[in-house]
């Protein structure tokens, strides 16, 4: 649990950052279309997931430290 | 516990290699997303496709040309790999006086033998761009104008003849220096629709399935071939192939649409209607895009489409003359001295000067490619890429 702890912030972090070049790079040239395709659809749904996650863990860690 | 404590500190990374970490874990990910992306291949769903037109019963029949005297020079030199040389009005021109005539046309031998070589060997797999994200763009109305004063070059390069199909393919060279363009165009005329087919690569509908022209012109037996629309390069998009509808959403860009009785139409985003141009009799449908003639023969104000696809490009376009008569273009591109490329507007006049009615703008850049009997008869820009799909003419 402990390292699952550890490891879903950085996941949250890389996956938060993809999406940041995607925007970007999407800006640049629209016709690459990084952000509106099923890859990115899935990603951006697990992206969610793990922010959920992520935040939940640190609102948790947070009530306990009180 | 005191040195728990600091057993437990010491095992801490630092932060420079975290954020190193971190960074590593955004390039993994950035690759494993490229990787699906654009490289492994996916079939579609083929379980929604629909037969929706069938030539051999329905389609209309139509009558090649016989007694014009291109069509007389077309016979004569069908199935030949010999050249003439023709001036800008098509008339013919003896080679032996005409000096400048003759030079081009050794030179065009050359260059269609090294396009040949370019393009079979040195086929590389950049990557494609859709015209999506499309805006409304004025139209060059100087563009016209400067095209139909240039002094065109034109020369004979293939023909082809049967009972069902004449196809003559010329070679154009206008301007100088860097100022060059050199662009081929196929002249088609075919008894039925059922003669002018399209393709998939490895003969599969899906994402990243990607074969050279030559490979699908070879695989089909295609007598000429061209390049499509690219659609495995979207998941979006109209897709109708030999009368088999593969999808139907409608994107932002425009939709051309080759009917069994042999016209064809382009639609915009908003005028397109799935249903009733099946209920017409769709033979073919690509997404690319834009249209370029109004349906008259005249340029259209406005392009659909993007800045860097009005840009100077390498191109390839389909037109329509009439029923059963067609014209593919293909403009070579992206080098300087041979062919710069041309904008939307420079095509739209190019398919005007052409005698099209509706002529619509496929892939381009390095996708453009024209393959005659199997070799390519145009120079790919930067020896061309492999595509997901043709246009083609067979028996």
């Known amino acids: ?66 | 516990m005191k040195l728990r404590d600091e057993n437990k500190k010491s095992r801490k990374l630092p932060v420079p290699a975290i954020i190193l970490l971190d960074l590593m874990l955004i390039a993994a990910g950035m690759s494993i997303f490229l990787l699906f992306y654009y490289v492994i291949p996916q079939n579609y769903n083929t379980q929604d496709t629909q037969v929706v037109a069938a030539t051999t019963d329905t389609a209309s029949t139509f009558a090649l040309p016989t007694d014009t005297t291109t069509t007389d020079t077309l016979t004569s030199t069908a199935n030949t790999t010999e050249t003439d040389s023709t001036t800008t009005d098509s008339s013919i021109v003896d080679s032996s006086t005409d000096t400048t005539a003759s030079v081009i046309t050794t030179d065009t031998s050359d260059s269609a033998t090294t396009s040949a070589t370019t393009g079979t060997t040195n086929r590389t797999k950049g990557q494609n761009t859709g015209n999506t994200g499309t805006t409304q763009i004025a139209a060059d109305t100087s563009a016209g104008s400067e095209i139909a004063s240039e002094d065109i070059v034109t020369t004979l390069l293939n023909s082809y003849s049967s009972d069902n199909m004449q196809i003559t393919i010329n070679k154009n060279v206008m301007g100088t220096g860097s100022d060059t363009v050199t662009y081929y165009v196929a002249d088609i005329y075919v008894t039925s629709v059922d003669y002018l087919l399209s393709a998939f690569a490895n003969d599969t509908y899906g994402k990243n399935i990607k074969d050279t022209i030559s490979g699908m012109a070879t695989d089909n037996n295609a007598i000429l071939a061209v390049n499509g629309d690219f659609y495995g390069d979207s998941e979006e998009g109209t897709v109708i192939r030999n009368g088999v509808v593969y999808r139907t959403d409608v994107v932002d860009a425009d939709v051309c649409v080759l009917f069994t009785d042999g016209t064809m139409k382009t639609y915009s985003p908003e005028d397109f209607d799935a249903d009733t141009v099946i209920a017409q009799g769709a033979w073919q449908a690509w997404t690319f895009g834009p249209a370029l003639l109004d349906g008259s023969g005249n340029v259209l104000t406005t392009f659909n489409t993007t800045d860097y696809i009005n840009g100077e490009n390498p191109r390839t376009a389909i037109g329509y003359v009439s029923p059963g008569h067609y014209v593919l273009v293909v403009v070579d591109g992206r080098d300087e001295g041979y062919s710069r490329g041309v904008t939307i507007s420079e095509l739209a006049a190019i398919m005007a000067e052409e005698g099209c009615q509706t002529a619509y703008n496929l892939d381009g850049g390095k996708s453009s490619a024209m393959v005659f009997e199997g070799e390519y008869i145009n120079q790919p820009a930067d020896g061309g890429r492999e595509v997901s799909d043709i246009i083609y003419l067979a028996e």
């Open chain 1, 1 to 66: 649990m402990n390292k699952i702890k550890q490891i879903l912030p950085h996941f949250t972090i890389a996956l938060s950052l993809m999406f940041v070049i995607f925007f970007i790079l999407d800006k640049i040239n629209p016709m690459m279309n990084f952000t509106d395709n099923s890859i990115s659809n899935i990603l951006l749904v697990v992206l969610c997931l793990l922010s959920t996650a992520t935040s939940v863990i640190a609102i948790v860690l947070d009530r306990k430290n009180r």
